[in-house]
């Protein structure tokens, strides 16, 4: 069984650029969740789907990230215009159990870096 | 507010000693907690968790944690250290927040083990 994917992993851009992070979630997960981490910080919530709906997005930064989930399969986390402070390590984690006492499976994340 | 404290940076053990890695916890209602490790390049992995019950709670590679609710403390350990327990180590709790659950997450511990 495959695991949790994220791609790219590793991104530059200047300040300004739009990036997009894409993560695909384990098969028949329905859970799937968007977090930070910048450098030497606690990892921060973002985001969660439950299949293509935006369960809690109570933990995005501003109007600046997108995040969508179309079919409830992939997810994709946009960022434009990007900011120095949005640098950091972005991690996807999906999951069956919608009450949070289950597993969450992760993937490697993607860094990104904003110049 | 709810949150969780790593107060260790970095513990440093020698392979074959006794380890403990801190957590301590601050959440409202019953405390459910969570420990994760990161190796290099790859995602966070599930350790162990506790939800009710026996206040020890073994988990993955050895490892172990101790639920002491007067303390709110999580504490991870274990008897031996071994050299491929290096990694960096995240605990976690869910957390109620408007009538969403989340993980709320400490800032990790990085552990070393020297040969």
């Known amino acids: 069984e495959a695991g949790v994917t994220q791609f790219p992993s590793h991104s530059v851009i200047e300040k300004g650029q739009t990036v997009t992070l894409r993560c695909d979630p384990i098969s028949g997960h329905d859970n799937l969740y968007w977090y930070r981490r910048v450098m030497g910080k606690e990892i921060k919530f973002l985001l969660h789907f439950v299949k293509e709906s935006k369960q809690d997005e109570s933990g995005m930064p501003n109007n600046r990230f997108l995040a969508e989930r179309t079919g409830g399969t992939y997810s994709t986390l946009k960022v434009q215009p990007a900011e120095l402070e949005d640098s950091g390590v972005y991690f996807c984690a999906s999951s069956q159990d919608l009450q949070g006492f289950d597993i969450q499976y992760f993937g490697a994340g993607t860094r990104l870096s904003v110049l | 507010a709810q949150s969780v404290a790593q107060p260790e940076d970095q513990v440093n053990v020698a392979e074959g000693n006794p380890l403990t890695v801190k957590c301590t916890y601050s959440v409202s209602g019953n405390p459910y907690l969570f420990w994760y490790v990161q190796y290099p390049n790859r995602g966070l992995q599930f350790l162990l968790k506790y939800i009710t019950g026996d206040n020890l709670v073994k988990g993955s590679y050895g490892f172990e944690a101790e639920f002491n609710k007067s303390q709110t403390s999580f504490h991870l350990k274990k008897p031996s250290a071994l050299v491929s327990d290096s990694a960096l180590y995240f605990c976690?709790?869910?957390?109620?927040?408007?009538?969403?659950?989340?993980?709320?997450w400490g800032a990790g511990t990085k552990l070393i083990i020297k040969p």
């Open positions: 976690a709790v869910r957390a109620l927040m408007d009538s969403n659950y989340q993980l709320i």
